[in-house]
């Protein structure tokens, strides 16, 4: 699940998506400030909830955080617009520290590598990665399923020339850190970094 808050953008809108709509049409539900927003199937992939400092305090800008409280609240307007669904709330860090374990060669591409690897709490994921310097043994930043790019890009499971991948293993520039290198390839960290751990810039 992504929160994500922009007023300068947006407007005074929370946004939660819940699930990829792989680009379908969907159908939007509103009621007072409280729109539903579902995919072809029927199924839930984003809330919006207009003025929303009406009833929040949102901190930050982009993929925003919420306490237990606020998504209370966020079920509380869901329910008083008249909805019957409700949120639950997700704030695993969704932007960690990962361990490449192993890394193998795309057998359908002479770019793209397939790796297993390491995020929090032991699970491990498969990433198809296209980056030059991509090697078993790194310590890198990976971006789980579920998360949100610095430049609005949400990351979902998905396929690489037919290979399952969940998640992308980023670059300095993907994470618009400071000075990062224009060069292609992902962001290599010091060994002491801690598998699992939110990554932060």
């Known amino acids: ?3 994500a808050y922009n007023p300068a953008h947006v407007g005074d809108t929370l946004m939660v998506i ?3 709509d792989k680009g379908t049409e969907n159908k939007v539900s509103r009621k007072w400030n409280v729109a539903q927003i579902k995919d072809e199937s029927g199924q839930i992939v984003a809330w919006n909830f207009f003025h929303i400092s009406d009833h929040l305090t949102i901190e930050g800008n982009g993929q925003v955080k919420l306490t237990e409280d606020q998504v209370a609240e966020l079920n509380r307007l869901i329910k008083e617009a008249g909805f019957e669904e409700i949120l639950e709330i ?4 969704k932007i960690v520290v990962g361990y490449v374990q192993t890394c193998e060669p795309h057998p359908d591409s002479d770019h793209l590598s397939i790796t297993q690897t390491q995020v929090d709490d032991g699970q491990v994921l498969q990433i198809v990665c296209g980056a030059p310097n991509i ?3 790194q310590k890198v930043v990976v971006a789980k399923p579920g998360a949100m790019m610095p430049d609005g890009l949400m990351i979902w499971p998905g396929a690489l020339r037919g290979v399952k991948s969940d998640g992308m293993i980023c670059s300095a520039k993907e994470l618009h850190l400071p000075d990062a290198p224009e060069k292609k390839g992902i962001l290599v960290l010091p060994e002491d970094a801690v598998v ?3 990554f932060l810039k």
């Open 196 to 198: 699992g751990e939110e």
């Open 18 to 20: 819940v699930a990829d």
């Open 90 to 93: 997700d704030n695993e860090p």
């Open 1 to 3: 699940m992504i929160f």
């Open 135 to 137: 090697e078993a043994g």
